[in-house]
C-alpha cells in the first residue's frame, strides 16, 4: 500500500466507525430465522454466479466498494495538468509504459541524450507513517517522500555513460554517486546481462566524500541539463499518480478474475 493510500485509508476507517457500529447493532436486532435465509441466499447466489467459492461474492463487493471510492475521490482527467505543463515546454518526455512500475524522463541537450528512472515502488508507507497519521487529518506533500533515481547521460560524439544515483525529496535532488561506463550499452541498457557487468565494475567514490568544490560543479553540471528543483517535485507527484492508475488497474483486474 503507497503511503498516500495508506493515510487516506485511515480517515476512511474512523469516518466508518459509527456506520459499522450502528450495523452490529442492528444486525444483533435482527431474527435469528431471518439472518438464516440471508445467509442461505448469499450462498446460493454465491454458488450459483461463481460455482467456486462462497466468498467470491463478498469479495467481488468489496473491491467494487473500493473500486468505487478510489475513482471518486481521485477523479481525474487522463493527462493531469502538471504532466501538460511539462511536455508543453518541449523539453523532456515522459516514458510510462502501462502495467509497469518505473518511469523514464528522456530529454536531448546538445549531443547528450540524459535518460532519468525513477520507479513507483519507492513511494511505500513505513509503519511510523501510519502511526503518526492515526486520530488526524494529516496533510502531507508528495515531495516529502523520498524516490530514487538513476540519471545517465550518453553523447552522440562520444562513446561511454555517465551514471548519476540519487534521491528526490522535499524539491532537491541528493546525489549519492556518480559512476563512468567506457561502454554506454553496459551504462545504460536494463538487461540482466548489462547488471551483472556492472555489479564488478568501480563505480567511483560516494558523492559526499568529494571535495566541496568539485560537489558544487557537479550540481551546477546536473542543474543545466535541468536535473534541478521543478523536477524533483515533478518526479513525487507523477509517482503518486501512475501508483494510483496502476492500483485502480489493480482493482479492476482482481474484480473481473473473481467474478469469471
Known amino acids: ?12 476507517v474512523s469516518a466508518r466507525t459509527g456506520f459499522n457500529t450502528a450495523a452490529r447493532s442492528a ?3 435482527r431474527p435469528a430465522a ?17 460455482g467456486s467459492g462462497s466468498t467470491d461474492v463478498s469479495l467481488a463487493q468489496k473491491l467494487q466498494q473500493e473500486l468505487e471510492y478510489e475513482t471518486t475521490e481521485n477523479a481525474a482527467s487522463s493527462t493531469p495538468e502538471f504532466v501538460k505543463e511539462l511536455t508543453s515546454q518541449g523539453v523532456w518526455s515522459v516514458e510510462d509504459v502501462p502495467g509497469q512500475d518505473e518511469v523514464a524522463l528522456t530529454r536531448k541537450f ?8 525513477f520507479s513507483i515502488a519507492d513511494i511505500q508507507s513505513e509503519p511510523e507513517d501510519l502511526e503518526a497519521a492515526e486520530g488526524e ?12 533515481v538513476s ?9 561511454g555513460a555517465l551514471n548519476i544515483d540519487a534521491v528526490v525529496q522535499e524539491g532537491q535532488f541528493i546525489t549519492e554517486n556518480m559512476s563512468f561506463y567506457d561502454d554506454a550499452k553496459v551504462g ?27 560537489q558544487e560543479e557537479i550540481d551546477k553540471f546536473l542543474q543545466e541539463r535541468g536535473i534541478n528543483e521543478s523536477i524533483a517535485l515533478f518526479i513525487p507527484e507523477y509517482a503518486e499518480f501512475k501508483e494510483q492508475n496502476e492500483y485502480v488497474k489493480w482493482l479492476q483486474k482482481v474484480k473481473n478474475f473473481v467474478e469469471v
Open 1 to 12: 500500500m503507497s503511503a498516500f493510500r495508506a493515510l487516506r485509508q485511515v480517515t476512511r
Open 27 to 29: 444486525a444483533v436486532l
Open 110 to 117: 546538445g549531443q547528450e541524450t540524459i535518460r532519468l528512472i
Open 34 to 50: 431471518t439472518r438464516q435465509i440471508a445467509a442461505t441466499r448469499t450462498f446460493s447466489v454465491s454458488a450459483l454466479r461463481f
Open 151 to 159: 540519471v545517465s547521460i550518453t553523447k552522440a560524439n562520444a562513446p
Open 137 to 148: 487529518e494529516a496533510e502531507q506533500s508528495t515531495a516529502d517522500y523520498p524516490i530514487r
Open 188 to 214: 545504460t541498457e536494463l538487461t540482466a546481462e548489462a547488471d551483472w557487468k556492472r555489479r564488478g565494475m568501480y563505480i567511483g567514490p560516494e558523492f559526499d566524500t568529494l571535495d566541496l568544490g568539485l
